[in-house]
């Protein structure tokens, strides 16, 4: 069974940053794609970031040149990395992952989520 435990949520600052991490078990998603999904009160769920088996990445628009993704396959964790980070930030962060190498940032293709980590950025 896929386990997914996110962390590193918070409120912070217009202009801080903050680091998420998503630790997977029970999946060896090193082979897989893994993606960072968002959504914020009366909103639908969009996706933030994704990366696949060989490291590439996709991001959303919003979020492209502040935001990075990344992984350590040694100890089954992803990463998101936000700087700069604005109010419109603000939302639930969502850990998913999907068994195929094809990552898109669509929320309906991912089968496997975290409980979610809230993120809460002040201007």
């Known amino acids: 069974q896929v386990q997914l435990v996110e962390s590193g949520g918070g409120s912070v600052q217009a202009g801080g940053s903050l680091r998420l991490s998503c630790a997977a078990s029970?999946?060896?998603?090193?082979?897989?794609?893994m993606g960072w999904f968002r959504q914020a009160p009366g909103k639908e769920r969009e996706g933030v970031a994704t990366?696949?088996?060989?490291?590439?990445?996709s991001y959303a628009d919003s979020v492209k040149g502040r935001f990075t993704i990344s992984k350590d396959n040694a100890k089954n964790t992803v990463y998101l990395q936000m700087d700069s980070l604005k109010p419109e930030d603000t939302a639930m962060y969502y850990c998913?992952?999907?068994?195929?190498?094809?990552?898109?940032?669509?929320?309906?293709?991912?089968?496997?989520w975290g409980q979610g980590t809230q993120v809460t950025v002040s201007s």
């Open positions: 990366i696949d088996a060989d490291g590439s990445t």
């Open positions: 998913a992952a999907r068994p195929r190498n094809y990552c898109p940032l669509t929320a309906g293709l991912f089968g496997s």
């Open positions: 029970g999946y060896p998603y090193s082979r897989n794609c």
